[in-house]
């Protein structure tokens, strides 16, 4: 998910040090290059590291030791210039405020940014859901596509990564033109729908049902408060998912759309909170049924992941803090094996680091198992191969058209990733369409007409 344009000068390197980070754009890929709110620039701290890190990424390639060497020197930020990677210094710090007792079910949702800026801050409040039915919705045409099955250079060093490439070539949906793409069950049949941002004005959300053979069809639109990028998930605990934007301007806040049976959304309810950036991700950490919001701070140090527990209401209620090395992508799913939702954090400057956060299942988590990837811009996770660990779906700049796939290891690592060979795209996101219990991959291509790719898992 992260759009169009929304990369701005994204890395100054890590050298120099100070993380210009405009990430999560890329979720949010924008179609039409309108402005991007989301790039906006953050501060890197320095990043420790200890010895079992360090000898981990030794022996993992030594590519990558140049560049954990190169990028542990000196790291400027904003206030200061501070020096870093001291041998032995902690590995992790992760301050999390229990909240309730944990026993991990379901994921509410995918995770996605979306980003859509209407021009002025209209207000609907109520559920005007009007059907406007797509240009062309009317099926799936399916497209063939390269099916070359890449196995890359190996960056973690362990085997059982994919054996083949776990992805169908592409089916094609023609849609509206929108800005910004999640997928959640809207509907509550058992796959998710997509739903996309609308460009320009007025600010709306549409749903496209999931049709189950990995096609959508004709949108509900409801108007909604000006926003600027959205995840879906459910947090009512109802049994289908809920739009959960990030409200234009100030103050600080989100608004929750419940999701209704006729694939329109009611709203919002508003919470305001802790100023963050547009990283958001909802999963139901506590097992109560009701998807809970995780969003980042929005620059401040240390870097913190801030957990806000679903209320049926659709309020959302500050329950922990996490400490987290610097990230640009945020996303929560099951990664370690357990019965527990982990938290994963990724930063796409060198060196490319993701971070799983194994969670406790009362709000905290333990210590950061860290895999280094490629260079990456947007990144989503999922089950792709529905043996339980969920997998990391990335893309590769500068190769638009194609797709890493890295399967998830038992304790929280990736494997060797394998490429799939796909369309040219702005943003890619993670979710099952089909209800087979495996999550596909949906992008939005370049060009016209707009419309979504879904590569099915096979
Ligand atoms: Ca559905
Ligand atoms: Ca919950
Ligand atoms: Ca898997
Ligand atoms: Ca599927």
Redesign the pocket.
Known sequence: MEKIGARIGARIGARIGAKVDANIGAKIAMAAGLPTPEDEPRTAPARPRDRATARRRLTASLAALALASCAELVITTSTGIETEGSPGAPATDSTGTPGTPATASDVGTSEGTGSATGDADTDTGDSSSTSAGPMTSDGATTTSAPDTNTDTTDTTGGGDGFDTDPLDDPLTTEIFTFEGMDLG?????????LIVGGAGFPPRVSVY??LGDGSFGAAVTTEIASFEGFVVGDVTGDGRADIIARGAGFPPRVELYRGLAGLGVSGPVTTELNNFSPAMAVADYDGDGRGDLFTDTDGGFPPRVITYRGLMTGALQKTSETEVWTFAHLAVGWHDGDAHLDLLTADDTPPQIVNVWPGAGDGSFGAAVETQVFNFSMLDTGDLDGDGLWDLVTDVPGNEWRIQLYRGLPGGQFAAPVVHEGFSFLALTVGDVNGDGKADVVTQPTGSPPRVDVYLSK
Do not use: E
């Open positions: 069950d809207i509907d509550g049949d058992g796959d998710a729908d049902p999931a």
